[in-house]
């Protein structure tokens, strides 16, 4: 399977699942729960979500960052600094830290958006957007969501001014596509989608959507083929031990999150402890794709 048929049967799967969850809101909106939400994005995140990451050893190998005893040793402990480093910060300067999480997570989700030799400019928007979209018409709950993470009044400010950005790029994110004479019929499913799920799911939902079922299946997809697997059994065995050490320390910080947290949220803690590995993930990949054509 090419890379082209595989992102767009990607597409087609995740235009699917975001039409079915689309009719069932409407239809029978008490059905998909906020409770039922967290379930599924939790499974999603450990199915799909962490073996994607669980490559970044791997994928270090490849592009000779971890080739002999030594560099492994660099390069682990380096990675694991990083996100200890970030999770300190994120401890003592939320909104700091928030705030880089946030740019971070912009930049690296456009590039799911990214067309060889186009504007970066639509990318960005669309990577933006992700984070703008829900803000819509569930300004409510993006604002309880990032509450959660930092002080309420500077999660008030950021989900402001994500609304108004929101209205600005849909407009300016069509036209620019327009513009860049970009019409292939399968990335116009892909941005339909995409819109109509980040302005009228719950902000979980789309979330789900999203990251599990176009980024992190695309990317996984993408690291198959650049790091050479011949299966996906030779894959998963590879990914297994760093997958087992991430989740064991995913379940320490919630083992111990009284200690370390004086919001002791069991949402708070889940999502630092991942955001705080996210870090050195998304900068591997970018280094990756700068210096070894990833």
């Known amino acids: 399977m090419t ?3 595989f992102e767009q049967k990607n597409i087609v799967l995740f235009s699917s699942v975001i039409l079915c969850l689309l009719i069932i809101n409407f ?10 939400a967290y379930i599924i994005l939790l499974t999603g995140f450990l199915l799909i979500g962490f073996p994607h990451g669980a490559l970044d050893y791997e994928l270090a190998k490849k592009i000779g960052l971890a080739s002999d005893l030594k560099s492994k040793t660099i390069f682990l402990t380096a990675y694991t600094l990083l996100a200890a480093a970030f999770f300190g910060l994120w401890i003592i300067m939320p909104v700091i830290a928030f705030t880089i999480f946030l740019l971070f997570t912009i930049y690296h989700f456009s590039e799911d958006w990214h067309i060889k030799n186009h504007s970066l400019s639509l990318s960005l928007m669309m990577g933006t957007l992700f984070l703008a979209l829900p803000t819509i018409l569930h300004k409510d709950i993006v604002s309880d969501i990032f509450s959660a993470l930092v002080p309420e009044q500077a999660a008030l400010f950021i989900v402001e001014g994500l609304y108004y950005m929101a209205l600005l790029l849909i407009p300016a994110s069509f036209l620019l596509k327009i513009i860049q004479k970009d019409f292939d019929f399968f990335r116009w499913i892909q941005y339909g989608a995409f819109i109509a799920a980040g302005i009228f799911l719950h902000p979980l939902y789309f979330l789900f959507c999203y990251f599990c079922l176009f980024h992190s299946s695309r990317h996984f997809k993408e690291l198959y083929d650049f790091l050479e697997f011949q299966t996906l059994t030779h894959a998963f065995i590879k990914i297994t031990p ?6 064991l320390a995913v379940i320490l910080i919630l083992f111990y999150r009284e200690a370390l947290f004086s919001n002791q949220n069991l949402f708070y803690s889940s999502i630092l402890a991942i955001a705080a590995m996210t870090i050195p993930h998304m900068i591997l990949i970018e280094y990756a794709k700068k210096t070894a054509g990833l």
Do not use: F, N, Q, Y
Request: glycine share 10%; no cysteine.
């Open 3 to 5: 890379l082209k048929t």
């Open 27 to 36: 239809a029978l909106p008490g059905l998909l729960s906020e409770g039922l």
């Open 242 to 247: 760093i997958m087992v050490a991430s989740l």
